[in-house]
């Protein structure tokens, strides 16, 4: 029986931080031992808000050297950059078609910007461009056009799923037939949403991130400056209400974990030995990895030969697929 396809992408905006590396990169990876796997970097979505030609492409490199240190085996998993793939654009410029333009006014990134302007008083789509605005389209065709059955991401994206496979069914609705697989989201239960440094989602646009491979220093000063409550040294506290425990969990053992939320409830801990704790268990798991990081940034050459060989292999799978669009929807098939 042929194997499922899990596929998923990371916008090149940074390096990735603790959100989404427990959010998607690593269940994704987890994912790839059982599923035929295709992760790639979503520089078109990036394009939205970077618009510095250098930074974008050394953002490319820190993505990509990111899921090489994670563990991403090339030689397994189809590993692109999908501005190499412009089957991926075609694609997109039909979904448009099938898409209505109400299910885009509903997308909450685009929701959440109207919003703010409106209460900044400005007009509502200040700002904004078509690329926003368009997309659940573009990511729509990143997951169809590769024939995507699960689609691992944090809880955030769920809604940018359900709406790709909402225009897969109304494109096979329109040519009568199972043209295009519908995909689901894989939300893995216990990392849906990774808390940041003041208690909310981890995430770029709220400045509440850890970076993934911040040298030891910088990451304990960074622990440093968790958000915590006036509770004294000697009260007893509760772990599951602490987000440094929260963020605790992700990282020690299970004996680990008992352990300190014993000494939690004891009382006699404060909130800087919690964070150090925190930080020991973080620096010895995110260690081997950050080397490991450091070393394949350094070899750019590398990187390029590995996304050269990636997008060669993944323009032949969506080739095929977009042929088989094409000559659905009564265009020139073009593609074979
Ligand atoms: P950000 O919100 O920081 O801009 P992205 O939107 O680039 O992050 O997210 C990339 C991937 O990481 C997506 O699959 C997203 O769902 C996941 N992700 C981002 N932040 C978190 C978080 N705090 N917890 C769990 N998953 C997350
Ligand atoms: N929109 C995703 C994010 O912000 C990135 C992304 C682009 C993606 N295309 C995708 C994720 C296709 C999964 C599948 O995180």
């Known amino acids: ?34 599923y035929e796997a ?12 970077v618009k510095d ?8 490199y820190e993505v990509a050297a990111t899921w090489l240190a994670s563990g991403l085996d090339p030689e397994k998993v189809l590993f692109y950059r999908q501005s190499d793939v412009p089957e991926t654009f075609d694609l997109a ?40 605005y368009t997309y659940p389209v573009l990511m729509a065709a990143d997951i169809l056009l590769f024939d995507t059955n699960v689609v691992p991401v944090g809880k955030d994206q769920k809604q940018h799923v359900e709406m790709a496979a909402d225009i897969a ?3 096979n609705r329109t040519v009568g037939k199972n043209l295009l697989v519908i995909p689901e989201a894989k939300i893995s239960e216990s990392t849906q949403t990774v808390v940041g440094l003041d208690g909310r989602k981890m995430s770029k ?27 004294g040294v000697e009260e007893p506290k509760d772990p599951e209400t602490s987000h440094i425990f929260t963020l605790y969990k992700l990282f020690a053992t299970p004996e680990q974990q008992k352990k300190l939320a014993q000494r939690y409830r004891a009382g006699g801990m404060g909130w800087g030995e919690a964070k150090q704790e925190l930080f020991e268990v ?13 070393a394949i940034i350094d070899d750019k050459e590398h990187i390029d030969k590995i996304l050269k060989e990636g997008a ?25």
């Open 1 to 34: 029986m042929q194997k499922k396809v899990s596929l998923t992408g990371i916008k090149p905006t940074g390096i990735p931080h603790i959100g989404n590396y427990f959010g998607a990169i690593r269940p994704a990876l987890e994912l790839s031992k059982e």
């Open 38 to 49: 295709r992760y790639f970097i979503a520089d078109y979505h990036a394009l939205n808000s």
């Open 53 to 60: 030609p250098h930074l974008l492409k050394e953002m490319v």
């Open 93 to 132: 410029m039909i979904l448009m078609a099938f898409t209505p333009k109400g299910l885009m006014n509903r997308a909450h990134a685009y929701k959440s910007a109207v919003q703010e302007n409106e209460q900044a008083g400005k007009d509502p789509d200040d700002g904004i461009n078509m690329g926003l």
């Open 169 to 171: 069914q109304s494109l």
């Open 205 to 231: 646009s709220y400045n509440n991130t850890i970076s993934l491979f911040l040298p030891s220093k910088k990451l304990h000063k960074t622990l440093m400056k968790i958000v915590t409550n006036s509770q």
């Open 282 to 294: 973080m620096d010895t798991y995110l260690a081997p990895m950050r080397e490991k990081y450091y």
């Open 312 to 336: 060669e292999k993944a323009r032949q799978v969506a080739a095929h697929t977009l042929g088989r669009v094409r000559k659905a929807i009564g265009v020139n098939p073009l593609y074979r």
